[in-house]
């Protein structure tokens, strides 16, 4: 059976490639989830990717990843810093959750430094712009073989 990913993009990242380029780069959403898309077509996944605004929205996608999907890849965006909602959606589900951004938020304002979403996900990547979601499409591979290997 092949692994089933979901992408949740969060708040303002539908404006990539025109956003604040300096801090994001030039690379739109939608070339992004097509290289996403490519690459998990070579490793055999099958991939979902989806961008909302609403912090709700995505609190109800996330509560129905778990009898959808085995791993999700989810960049909270603002919502990272302040949302106790997708917190708590994300430890109301069994599915394991990747958090990626694609700058270096450590790097940044210090209101970025916090994560309310880090403590409850099973690791984090960011700095490395779009190639962030590439590596944990990359990590979700590895802990999905992991699992297999009864780790
Ligand atoms: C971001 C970092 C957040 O602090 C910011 O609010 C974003 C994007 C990133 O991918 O670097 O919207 O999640």
């Known amino acids: 059976m092949s692994l ?3 992408v949740i993009h969060g708040p303002n990242l539908n404006l990539l490639g ?3 380029e300096d801090i994001y780069g030039s690379t739109d959403l939608d070339s992004i989830n097509k290289e996403l898309e490519k690459q998990a077509k070579e490793k055999g996944v099958q991939l979902e990717t989806y ?3 609403h912090e709700g929205e995505i609190v109800d996608k996330i509560g129905e990843a778990q009898k959808k999907f085995d791993v999700l890849i989810l960049n909270p965006a603002a919502y990272t810093h302040t949302s106790i909602a997708i917190r708590d959606a994300i430890l109301a589900i069994q599915t394991p959750v990747i958090e ?3 700058s270096n938020i450590y790097q940044r304002e210090e209101f970025r430094h916090k ?3 880090s403590p409850v996900s099973q690791g984090q990547i960011c700095g490395f712009g779009p190639n962030s979601y590439y590596l944990a499409l990359e990590a979700a591979c590895a ?3 992991l699992k297999g290997e009864g780790q």
Do not use: A, F, P
Request: charged share 15%; glycine share 0%.
């Open 115 to 117: 994560s309310m979403i």
């Open 4 to 6: 089933k990913v979901l």
């Open 143 to 145: 802990t999905q073989q």
């Open 100 to 102: 990626v951004h694609l």
């Open 51 to 53: 961008q909302s605004n």
């Open 18 to 20: 025109s956003r604040e």
